[in-house]
T-cell receptor
Framework: AQSVTQLGSHVSVSEGALVLLRCNYSSSVPPYLFWYVQYPNQGLQLLLK??????LVKGINGFEAEFKKSETSFHLTKPSAHMRDAAEYFCAVSKSYNTDKLIFGTGTRLQVFP | GAGVSQTPSNKVTEKGKYVELRCDPI?????LYWYRQSLGQGPEFLIY????????DSGLPNDRFFAVRPEGSVSTLKIQRTERGDSAVYLCASSQKTNTGELFFGEGSRLTVL
């Protein structure tokens, strides 16, 4: 069975501060891992994905995530937050041989203060 | 627009009624997915189609839920004898091909069962 746990349903940062959104996974097989973002009044969109090619993955809008097998983590970071980064972020896991069934976490809402 | 379109955006119905939710995927996308998002939760997989056929319907909660995609494009999620617990946002996503994990989501149909 696979699952992801997102620590912190809400995260608040000041504009320009580091963003760190936490995700830990559980998987009985080598996983693929994803971060999706949902901006207000929009559908979810893919931010980045890990598919075993490289442990540090760069995504859109300056976000990146690092796969750490020893910690079973896939935390999302951005060095400097912008107001436009305010959104809900979802971590998801799938089996490496079947990415058509994504298992999502409960989400983290990021607030950015001026 | 060229994104995934879902109708209706909001549906309020009474317990026991029948409901249909429609999804129009991105043109040319062969894979189509339905997810359900309850309040405070992440999206939960229901079913996915490759072309006209349901490739995996293991997420459908019970036999009151059914989905079709007769011509390999538009899909309809059908819920019979609705219950209050069916209240959620139903998300549709499409993908150019299967097994990429890159899903393009619509904004969802919010179903409220009174």
């Amino acid at each position: 069975a696979q699952s992801v746990t997102q620590l912190g349903s809400h995260v608040s940062v000041s504009e320009g501060a580091l963003v760190l959104l936490r995700c830990n996974y559980s998987s009985s097989v080598p996983p693929y891992l994803f971060w999706y973002v949902q901006y207000p009044n929009q559908g979810l969109q893919l931010l980045l994905k890990y598919t075993s090619a490289a442990t540090l993955v760069k995504g859109i809008n300056g976000f990146e995530a690092e796969f750490k097998k020893s910690e079973t983590s896939f935390h999302l970071t951005k060095p400097s937050a912008h107001m436009r980064d305010a959104a809900e972020y979802f971590c998801a896991v799938s089996k490496s041989y079947n990415t058509d069934k994504l298992i999502f976490g409960t989400g983290t809402r990021l607030q950015v203060f001026p | 627009g060229a994104g995934v379109s879902q109708t209706p955006s909001n549906k309020v119905t009474e317990k026991g009624k029948y409901v249909e939710l429609r999804c129009d995927p991105i043109s040319g996308h062969t894979a189509l997915y339905w997810y359900r998002q309850s309040l405070g939760q992440g999206p939960e997989f229901l079913i996915y189609f490759q072309g006209t056929g349901a490739a995996d319907d293991s997420g459908l909660p019970n036999d009151r839920f059914f989905a079709v995609r007769p011509e390999g494009s538009v899909s309809t999620l059908k819920i019979q004898r609705t219950e209050r617990g069916d209240s959620a946002v139903y998300l549709c996503a499409s993908s150019q091909k299967t097994n990429t994990g890159e899903l393009f989501f619509g904004e969802g149909s919010r179903l409220t069962v009174l």
